[in-house]
């Protein structure tokens, strides 16, 4: 027989929270050595701001990558992406590990050649490429993968009189369903477009076609659109070949994977959403083993890594040059204002901390879409509170970032800005100041300096005064 619980009236009960988290806005370690180099030395031998590699990081990381790939799959070949960093001494770390080049230029191709890279061992990609720079590929034999109709009428022009057809590869823009295509890179692979190129491929005789190129976009959090992507490039390989083309011997799939970097949309640390390279490699190979026919060998895989290889090897040391307290506003009410739709006066309610560094988004160009962290590089018991990071330029949007957890800094404190080793050396500019110095933490612990300060001779070398202009 079941018997009812007797009736308990009920209670509040009071709860004591005790006190606030200060860590709550996120803990603020400080990064007083890089590699074991302490921040304060580098900063005395180089100045601020100052750019620094670790080249134990830069290895590690293709090591990792490269082993994912190849205990998949048995013919890969990663090419360094130049436009990534272009720097020498990066390049050469990642060719000394086996990786050939990627270049989307004929400055980068020059630059690879100076590098000891022969033609045949690189990837000439790009949208635009000069009728001189395809001369010199096709002689040296490098790897041109074709972006538009206009170029592959060039190259075929170019190749009249050839012993044998000039091999070429299409880049090929594909859909995944969950970003956004690139459709400015290549030919369309969902349209039909690819197929009718293909078709006017094999009726000019000089050209052969060899392999397919996509690159889907760049910082794919998703490893399942590189599937789908792959998915698409096999089938699309098989057609091609089924037309009578080919045969297809290589198959390209770009790069794109994510570093340990954090979108400004993004709730989560990357240590939760950045995908192991793992994930990248089993998408990717195995939908290629699985597609591929079984009496035939598998096309060669390149990969054009970038980002994942060399964003967490970079860091960036800038000090405080000025220390104030920044007004805060209701975004909304600062949104009516400024487009003019509430004429009510803009009242502040409240101010927190900000900083300027003597480092600006010259520098940081990725600091539009990424949110890098920023450490303070003595340790400070002070809670970190939210402080706004201002760059050294006469421009109000030179903000690194918004709210960032720091503890009080003086002006003359260093700060260590991490990851910032994809793109922004390529991308940074002289925008009213020099751009800085750039190390390379050796595995020795040893200071390489690969990248000198620049100073008013260098920025002004390539300028020509008029004779009527060079008076005092």
């Not at 990248?280 to 598998?298: F, H, K, Q, S, V």
């Not at 895989?301 to 960036?316: C, K, M």
């Not at 990071?389 to 421009?395: A, K, R, S, T």
């Not at 109000?396 to 800094?409: K, Q």
């Amino acid at each position: 027989m079941h018997t009812r619980a007797p009736y308990t009236r009920p209670t509040v009960q009071r709860l004591s929270q005790g006190p606030v988290n200060p860590f709550r806005h996120g803990a603020s370690p400080a990064c007083s050595e890089i590699d074991g180099v302490t921040v304060a030395d580098l900063v005395k031998q180089h100045g601020s701001p100052l750019f620094v590699y670790s080249e134990n990081t830069l290895r590690s990381l293709y090591r990792n990558a490269h082993r994912a790939f190849t205990r998949r799959y048995e013919d890969v070949q990663f090419a360094w992406s130049y436009k990534t960093n272009h720097l020498n001494a990066i390049c050469r770390v990642f060719h000394q590990e086996g990786s050939i080049a990627e270049v989307v230029s004929g400055f980068e191709y020059e630059k690879a050649r100076h590098n000891g890279i022969p033609g045949n061992q690189i990837i000439f990609n790009g949208p635009h490429k000069e009728k001189a720079d395809l001369e010199r590929a096709i002689s040296e034999g490098a790897m041109i993968q074709v972006d538009n109709m206009d170029e592959l009428l060039v190259l075929a022009d170019m190749a009249k009189g050839r012993r044998e057809a000039l091999p070429i590869a299409l880049r090929v823009h594909i859909s995944t369903g969950g970003h956004v295509v690139w459709s400015k890179f290549g030919f369309n692979g969902d349209d039909g477009e690819v197929q009718q190129i293909i078709r006017r491929i094999i009726a000019i005789p000089q050209l052969r076609l060899i392999g397919l190129h996509t690159h889907i976009g760049t910082f794919i959090l998703d490893p399942e659109w590189y599937q789908i992507a792959t998915r698409k490039l096999v089938g699309l390989a098989l057609e091609a070949e089924a037309m009578g083309a080919g045969p297809i011997t290589y198959l390209n799939l770009g790069g794109g994977f994510a570093s340990m970097a954090r979108l400004h949309y993004q709730y989560l640390p990357p240590e939760q959403v950045t995908p192991a390279v793992d994930r990248y490699a089993e998408a990717i190979c195995d939908t290629i083993t699985g597609m591929w026919p079984a009496n035939r060998p598998l096309p060669r895989l390149y990969l054009e890594t970038g980002r994942a290889l060399v964003d967490d090897a970079g860091y960036l040391i800038a000090s405080v040059v000025a220390v104030k307290r920044k007004s805060i506003h209701d975004p909304l009410q600062a949104a009516l204002v400024a487009y003019g739709k509430n004429s009510a006066p803009l009242v502040a309610h409240g101010s927190q901390n900000a900083l300027v560094l003597d480092a600006g988004i010259n520098l940081l160009y990725t600091t539009t879409w990424y949110q890098p962290r920023i450490f303070p590089v003595k340790p400070c018991l002070d809670a970190p509170v939210p402080t706004t990071v201002y760059g050294c330029l006469c421009m109000n949007i030179d903000v690194i970032r918004e709210e960032a957890p720091l503890p009080n800094l003086n002006t003359g404190d260093q700060v260590v800005i991490h990851p910032v080793g994809a793109y922004n050396q390529t991308q940074s500019m002289q925008f009213i100041t020099y751009r800085p110095a750039a190390v390379l933490v050796g595995q020795d612990k040893r200071v390489h300096l690969i990248r000198k300060r620049e100073n008013l001779e260098y920025v002004q070398g390539m300028e020509v005064l008029p004779a009527h202009l060079s008076g005092s």
